[in-house]
């Protein structure tokens, strides 16, 4: 009974609390005023005290009613992923990659920017910001992807990426993308197969991927300086191939088997086609099952090298000794082995007396009652043949050049049981597959030996390992730092064909640190978007004159300062000392002749160049051959009388890309200026600052549709080159390289849109002496340089080359705010043929091969004989 007041109490305080929140009683921290008059009150209550009540009654009725799960955090970010990894997030510099994230927004649907934090560019007062719109709906799963450069990898390997509203003070999330850096020299090699990756992932121990003489028993560094990783996907329904077609540049090959290609989307198979004419080598997978029937009626099949004629073969080891015959196993050193290094010229006697090289062929042993399946194909034509071995009526494979790159069809399924067991197929893999030059086996100083700077070129780079090229990015020398002290750095430049990579000895240091900071060695690359190379320096030259801003000489500015000096020092002193009798007086002249003289040469230095804006714009309009579409470079400046920022954007081209390009003349401590890459939803160069009475300048790329193909047709007896490009071509010239030694060269002069004109030399008009029609930049100086650029390469040999310009730029951006005036000039470049794929017997690719044996089934046409065809076609004698 002691207990019942305690409880009655208990009640009637509960009761009074209740009472004074549905009475709106003061919330926590209010004072109540005890002489108030009472305010009127409907009867209602107010938001906060039915939050109140609830909170007192249902502590769970908050969370119930607005439906917030406030276990879960706001934002969730699952993953991050770099096309074409699955895994690992392997990218490198200065190329641009596409990034994608899996994100949710767990409380509301989200409307704001997916942006990275500022990327510095290198040798640039400038810094990027990677942006996307993002909209996100609540508790849906979305993927998000924009396309990014680095010109670094940063030391934390990693990128920040947010989430941030319009005018938002600060973000709503911030996420840490993984980065792992992919060497210059290293490739990507993409596996689309519905089948085991077991027998795949073996390739990556083949001496085809990897240095041949390079002691496999150091793991970190064997890893740095491999040649190639293979990706296998995860999902194979659904493969992570880029959309984007220029984020395919560290992709060199792709291995296609039994893969629907419906899988693809119609951006990737887009893309696909665009990196094959660009050079990208496709390896289609043959052998047993319905390895080519999947392409009938898909976007592949018009670009086949042949038709499955359904008359396939059983072979057995008898059969198979050609083959075997043809690909001998390939020397490897033995782990922690130091060979003896050779003499320098490498001859057939120095293999043998060094073991180096190859072994004796290896049999090909199928398991009994399973021989090995070849598929027949029936070459269409243009294509080639490589045949199974020497004297075999079987065929290996048969393929075609697609533009600059190649499609190649096995017969056979490398992933047979009896081919995995055979040791040749590493030869067979690396000469035929990755169609990769052989290395001179040429290992380096043993302890204690001084080393030859003969063998400083440690490994094969990126043109050696790719067929893949942009003319804006890779033609011409590129710029780099200056090598290291330290002895065996592998020396910038690409080597020479066959330069070998050795196992570095414990006398000598080899220097893994690149220009940009990452491991690797220091070798050139392909498709790298760097302002140092040949295009991008003479298109700035050219923007520069063309703008007519000229920078002061140095004899001016020395007399400028000359003259100040004496206003400022004798002459003021001697007119307040004599004249003015007052000496105190000089030192209020001396600001008076500063001013004076900053308006005095602000004003000799000024030139009214007539508006208020301008841009001049030099573009180069790269075609392979009958292709309908183009690569569309864009190198432009512009120009303001004030200081302000412009926004250009590409609303008609989702695959445009641009960043701010490198003038030169960039000072040390120069304040950063920020603009914004938007890829989505229109891509736009955002917030690009243009300095008063000074020159800023852009690059972009994208790729473009034309309304037709630039193709060499029969007319009759006659040979035509029909434009049908729909640009007017003036000054054309068509160049055949067939002999690199002795190009021909024939003027065309003007075509017109639609128009055809005879290539008969004898036809030609006379060249004019110089370039004269066009306004703003002068294209004659990029002009010339397409007409005598050379690729030294087999895969480039017989290549016939138009080279012409069109009046103004190229359609497209658009410019916030409005230029006063836009000119500029189009140069046109037309990859019209490429020989053959050059065949895997050549010395190119087997050094042991008899010269005069430069190949056998699918040879190239030998220099001379091309030269001669090639004059054939022009209608010359």
Known sequence: MAKRPLRVVQHLFSALVAWVLVCGGPARGQTVDVGAEPAESDGKLSTADEARLQLLSDPDAVKKGTGKDRSRPPFEIYRSQIAPNDVIPWLKPNQWCSLSLDLQANDD???GSLQSLPVPLVGMPHEMIYAREARLVKAQRSRLGMPILLPRIPKEKELLVELVRPNAIRADQLYSVPLYPLPAHQMLVMVLTKESNAAYAAWSKYSAMIPATFDRGDGRILDQMRYYRLLLPLEP???LLPSHPLTWTAISHIFWEGMEPDVLSASQQT??????????????????????SIFRESFLEPYLPADPTGESRLLVEADLKPLSDSYPPP??????????????????????????????????????GRPLYVAGLRPREGAVTIPLGEGSPDLLAVESRVGRGRITMLTVNPTDPALVAWGGMDTLVRRVVFR???????????????????????????????????????????????????????????????????????????????????????LPGVAEWVDSTHVPLICRTLLE?????????????????????????????????YVLRRREVAWIIVPLLAFGFAVGV??????????????DELDLLEIQGTFPRGHLSRFASIYTTGRGQYTIKFPNNPTALALPLDIGRSIAGEDLTTSVWRSYPVPALEEFTVQPRSLSMFRSEEMVSLPGSITVEADGPRRVLRNDGGLELRDAKLVDFSDPAEPLETYLGTIAAGATVDLDPAAAPPAPDHIAGFDGPDPTELLAKFLEYVEKRPEAVGELRLVAWSPGPAPGPSFEPVLDRHRGATVVVVHLRYSPPPSPASRHYNSMAPKTAEAAGSSPIPAKAAARRGREEMGAS
Not at 336 to 362: C, D, K, M, Q, V
Not at 548 to 557: E, L, M
């Open 271 to 292: 893309a696909l086609l665009d990196w094959l004419h660009w050079g990208g080598q496709l390896i289609v997978i043959g052998g047993a099952g319905p390895t080519y």
């Open 331 to 368: 020397f490897r050193l033995p782990t922690g082995e130091e060979p003896t290094r050779p003499a320098r010229s490498i001859t057939p006697e120095i293999y043998e007396r060094f073991g180096l090289g190859y072994t004796a062929p290896e049999p090909i042993k199928p398991a009994a």
């Open 545 to 577: 004159r063309a703008s007519g801003i000229t920078v002061p000489s140095s004899q001016f500015v020395l007399k400028v300062l000359l003259a100040y000096v004496l206003a400022v020092a004798p002459l003021n002193w001697l007119l307040c000392r």
């Open 602 to 615: 602000e004003r000799i230095a000024a030139y009214d160049m007539g508006y208020d804006s301008a841009c």
């Open 237 to 239: 329904d659904k493969p």
């Open 109 to 111: 649907d989200y409307e």
């Open 436 to 522: 990769r030059p052989e290395e001179m086996m040429v290992p380096m100083a043993k302890s204690g030996e001084s080393f030859d700077p003969q063998y400083q070129d440690l490994a094969m780079g990126g043109p050696d390992l790719s067929w893949y090229r942009i003319a804006a990015r890779d033609v011409g020398p590129r710029v780099y730092r200056a090598p290291s002290e330290n002895r065996g750095l592998p020396r910038r430049g690409s080597p020479p064909v066959g330069a070998a990579l050795a196992r570095p000895s414990a006398s000598m240091s080899v220097d893994f640190a690149t220009t940009d900071g990452n491991e690797g060695p220091n």
